[in-house]
């Protein structure tokens, strides 16, 4: 039976993990649990639960700055920044409802390095990771990064954190940057363009200089996101309208918010959780091809973000497909999101890596967590 | 500062290094007489001097291979080096090291605008890059201020910002790939034309890694779409704290200038000598925000800010109204290192940031460090990002001016961390801030750090002696030290 150890402060989880260290004892590492689904199966005989590290310890609006325990739930955090009109520009996204769980906790979504539709503008998780504190696997507490925006003191651990799933560090404090949240925004809806035409109406208004900050296309409607000041956000939707063209149709504020949401928590997807769901990022440019590529050779649905970038693939069933979707994969990488423990357990849920990357990650991966005690087996190998 | 005692026996392989060397370099990749590696002996940090044991100018990532493979093998360090414009030493040389010179590297290889991103070797300048896209409206954000000389390699190795990074990021943040060979010989590519990796963020320590994980041989960049429009507004200020105050107010109502630069009255008046610039000279403090993006946008928000500044008791305002003035507001800025060096036979520039809030006690106390180190300063400063750069004056001969330009440098650098802050917001460690990492990190932060280079360079030949004021053999950094066998805490709650 799996035991779960719940830490209070970072001297709980330094004593944990000098114990574990001992006795050779793998940790689930656990905020929320809301993505434990994600990656492959810990073989761990003990969880540690980080939940209780929490709170938002400082928040200067005027410093774009927030520090907190890993396990403060995102809910509490977004519902702090709204109050001061700001928020966290890579917009977290919450996949409670595609993967039956439910809310998150801010280390949980650094610690995946998710990033919603404004990835490809404003960055993902590692772009607004600024510090933290934590216990590595030889059960040491250190530090690595600040609690200002602009550092460059020291190697940047934190970029190697964000996207590790707790493989490399407990942590028990972060600190993120945090930006004003534009003051309105607006959606322009494509109708009647075939994949191609979509794609290029994608590049054309990205390469424009109309600042946009979201582009997605689903179900042959493709869909395109202005943020910020109003007469801003008027202005440049009529030089998208006249740039792009064709039938189009505007949503206002409320949906347009609406809209992004379901985009960012892949809601579409969320009907039926028996469904292998894919994520890839791929050069955006050809994203849109490579979608109708694979929605034709599988039988799937697609949800393509990030102008391209990022294509989202539902299977029509609970066989991942793995070859063919990573066949398909010219450039980028494939992670099975969502999938059973079975499937999950025979397909590699990251993208292979090559030889020399995948030793080169193993030999960073030991220097942090010698005996491998943090979720073994989570990212393969 | 001291460097490492120079290790006899890798001099004495000097000439078994060349002798293979020249087995796969042309005659003119090698620099081995004195005369000529002189030419090499500093970077932007030229306080500190040091002729490398020989220099290498290679063309091909074969070539740097075979260069770090016969290095290793014969136990010799190397220094690699872009354009040597950084200003913390990180390319010094050192007296028992090669020095690996990238500046050959400097084709940009593909051009790709339908996925915003540039392929480029790492010896392109900065400027470089946007100097090939912008016919076609595009643009390379990073902006340091040496971007007409310094290249992308130097870029990633010190994570370069610039003027206008709060709002467009650090090079962290507008790479997308890059390749690089390891001390080993080993190549490694990592990203490439998609967001995001697929496993562990490699390519996110790489970026700012000052030279000591590998060697930068080609960077994939992101590619924005040029801004519609952008003006500047120069706003002078009775007080620093009344500018800090403006700074302060602007982002809390929800504004991210594309650029907000201050200076202090002794900075904007040396620069108004050198430039005339039209800075208001009676000023304390100068503030020039930019702002960038659509026209209708910049408009607005110009108004917004304006009205902020008056609030906060601003004396004096001057919106842009042309391409020309604009570049006219920012010529002063730019020049505000040239200008120091007129007024002066030699400065420092220091790099610290801090919580915003605290620069009118930060800038007050380095008034009394002024006094106590009888030099000097004058402040410019990334207002919005609260990155400091303030330029200790000194002439190097005279006395001990260099000496105690360097405990100036050391005390505002331990006031920085002492508010909440860091000792370097974008130039790098290197050697300059090196003996003061311990200020910010202690033992065990920083062995954490080095054990990630002996996951990338376990000899420790590449770049040593830098960022970190001890060297630890990885051996012993991997000793593990295993304390208990029992759970000493009955009251922890477990289910």
Redesign the interface.
Known sequence: MV??????DER?VT??V??A???NHGLELRGRGSKAALGHAVEAAHVLDLSRLAGISSY??????LTAGPGTPMAEIEALLTQR?QELAFEPPDFGAVLGTGGGTLGGALSC?L?GPR??KA??A??HFLGFRGV?G???????G???????????????V???YGT?VALTEVTVKV???P?TQRTLRLHGRDTAAAQAAM?AA??????VSGLSLADGVAAIRVE??E??V???LK?LVDLLGGETEILDDAPSRAHWRAVRDVAAFAGDQARALWRL?????GGCALAARLVAETGGRTLVD?GG??IWLELPDGEPRADIVRGALA???A?LFRASPQARAAVPV??P??A???A??G??????D??GLFNPGR?GG | MQMPAPDQAAISALPALLAELESFLPADAIVAERRSLKAFETDGLSAYRQEPLCAVMPRTRAEVARILQACDRLGIKVVPRGAGTGLSGGALPLADGVLLVMSRFNRVLDIDLPNRCAVVQPGVTNLGITRAVESQGFYYAPDPSSQIACTIGGNVAENSGGVHCLKYGLTTNNILGVELVLMSGEVIRLGGRHMDAAGLDLMGVVCGSEGLLGVITEVTVRLLPKPETARAVLLGFPSSESAGDCVARVIAAGIIPGGMEMMDKPALNATEDFVQAGYPRDAEALLIVELDGPAAEVDHLIGAVSEIAEACGATYRRISTSEAERQLFWAGRKAAFPAAGRISPDYLCMDGTIPRKRLPEVLNRMQDLSRKHDLRVANVFHAGDGNLHPLILYDANQGDQLARAEAFGADILRLCVEVGGVLTGEHGVGIEKRDLMPAMFDEVDLNQQQRLKCAFDPTQRLNPGKVFPTLHRCAELGRLHVHRGALPFPDLPRF
């Open positions: 035991e779960t150890l719940q830490a209070r709980d004593d944990t000098a114990w260290l001992a006795g200067e609006p005027e410093e774009l700055v009109g390095n990033g990835r490809f960055g993902a590692r772009d590595s030889r059960a040491e507490a250190f530090k690595a600040g609690k200002v925006v602009k550092n460059v003191t020291g190697y940047d651990l934190c970029k190697l964000a996207g590790s490399l930006l004003p949240a003051e590049i990205a390469n424009s200089p109309h600042e910020g000041p007469p801003s008027a202005y440049r030089a990022s791929v050069p955006p440019a990030w970038g990022l450039e980028g990488h992670m990251f993208q890596e090559t020399a990357i995948a080169l990650s030999r960073v991966r030991r220097q942090f010698p005996q990212m």
